[in-house]
C-alpha cells in the first residue's frame, strides 16, 4: 500500500475526470516519495538488520543529493498508475450496474471492496518491482537487485519464475489495498461525526482538513503491521525461494518482537501531509467545478 491511498476514497475521486484525479494522485506521490522511501526500507529490513532510524535514511539519501531523495520514483509512479487507473475504471463501471444496485445497502462497500481487490491484483507485479527498487538503497553495490528500468526489471522477474512469480505475494497486496478501500468510509463518518462536536470548527476547508488527517492516519495505523509484511514479502520475493506469511512474522518476532511489526509508522504517517492538503484544498475547488 502507498500511504496516498489511505488518503482519499474512490467515491470523491470518481466525482471528476479520470484525468484530474490521476494528476492529483501522481503530485501527491511526487511530494510524498521521499517519506515513502525511508518507509519502505524500515520495513523490508526488518528482518534484516537493527532498527533503521528516519534520521539514518535521510542522511543515506541525502549522500546522493536529491535525486536521492526519489530513487525509485520511476517504479512507485508505475505502480500508483496502475492501481489508480484500474480501481477507477472498474468503480466507474460497477457503481451504477444495475445488479450492484440490488444488494442496497451494502452496494457501495460492495463495489470498494472489488475495486480495491482488483487494483490491488494487476499492481502487484509493480508494487513488487517499486518495494525492490526502493530497498536497493539500503544494499551494497554487489548485492543490488539492479531493475533500474522498469521494463527490464519485469523481463528479469518473469524469467525467473513467469506470471506466478510476478504476481507472487498479490494475496497480502490484494488485501491491503481492498481493506484500505472498505475502511475509508466508516472510519471517515465515525471521525466527522467526533469532530462536529466542536463548535469551533466551523469553516467546511478546516472540518474537511482534519477529518482527512484523522481519517488517514487511522488507517494507516491499523493497517502497519499488513503493510510492512506485505513490503517485505515482495522485497524477499525477489530472492530464490518463497517464504511463507508464517516464516517472516517468525523472523520478525526473533528479530524484534512484536514492535517489529509497527516499525515504519511515523514516516508513513509524514507521507500522509502532501496528500491529505491536496485532497483537502484541490480537490474541493475541482469537485466544486465538476460535479453537476
Not at 19 to 46: C, D, T, W, Y
Not at 151 to 167: A, D, E, Q, T, V
Not at 236 to 244: C, I, T, V
Amino acid at each position: 500500500m502507498n500511504n496516498s491511498d489511505a488518503g482519499s476514497t474512490m467515491e470523491q475521486f470518481a466525482k471528476m475526470p479520470v484525468h484530474v484525479g490521476f494528476l492529483i494522485k501522481m503530485a501527491a506521490q511526487l511530494l510524498s516519495h521521499p517519506m515513502e522511501l525511508v518507509r519502505v526500507n524500515i520495513q523490508a529490513n526488518v528482518i534484516h538488520h537493527n532498527r533503521l532510524t528516519v534520521m539514518h535514511m535521510i542522511r543515506l539519501m541525502a549522500r546522493n543529493g536529491l535525486p536521492g531523495f526519489y530513487y525509485g520514483i520511476v517504479a512507485s509512479g508505475l505502480r500508483c498508475t496502475v492501481h489508480t487507473l484500474s480501481s477507477y475504471l472498474l468503480f466507474y463501471n460497477l457503481r451504477d450496474n444495475e445488479y450492484v444496485m440490488m444488494i442496497r445497502p451494502y452496494n457501495t462497500s460492495a463495489v470498494l471492496g472489488v475495486t480495491g481487490f482488483w487494483g490491488g491484483l494487476l499492481a502487484t507485479p509493480f508494487a513488487k518491482l517499486a518495494v525492490i527498487r526502493q530497498a536497493d538503497l539500503t544494499r551494497g553495490p554487489f548485492q543490488r537487485r539492479n531493475y533500474r528500468n522498469f521494463l527490464s526489471g519485469l523481463k528479469c522477474m518473469y524469467r525467473k519464475g513467469g506470471f506466478i512469480y510476478l504476481f507472487n505475494g498479490w494475496r497480502i497486496n490484494c488485501f491491503t489495498s481492498t481493506s484500505v478501500a472498505m475502511l475509508y468510509k466508516p472510519v471517515s463518518e465515525q471521525v466527522h461525526t467526533l469532530i462536529s462536536r466542536f463548535h469551533g470548527l466551523d469553516e467546511a476547508w478546516s472540518n474537511d482538513l482534519i477529518t482527512m488527517a484523522l481519517t488517514g492516519g487511522i488507517i494507516t495505523l491499523i493497517m502497519t503491521p499488513v503493510d510492512g509484511l506485505a513490503t517485505v514479502t515482495l522485497n524477499e520475493s525477489s530472492n530464490y525461494g518463497r517464504q511463507s506469511y508464517r516464516d517472516v512474522c517468525q523472523k520478525i518476532i526473533r528479530k524484534h518482537g512484536y514492535k517489529g511489526f509497527i516499525f515504519g509508522w511515523k514516516p508513513a504517517l509524514m507521507a500522509l501531509v502532501p496528500h491529505t492538503i491536496l485532497a483537502t484544498f484541490v480537490y474541493r475547488i475541482l469537485v466544486d467545478r465538476y460535479i453537476v
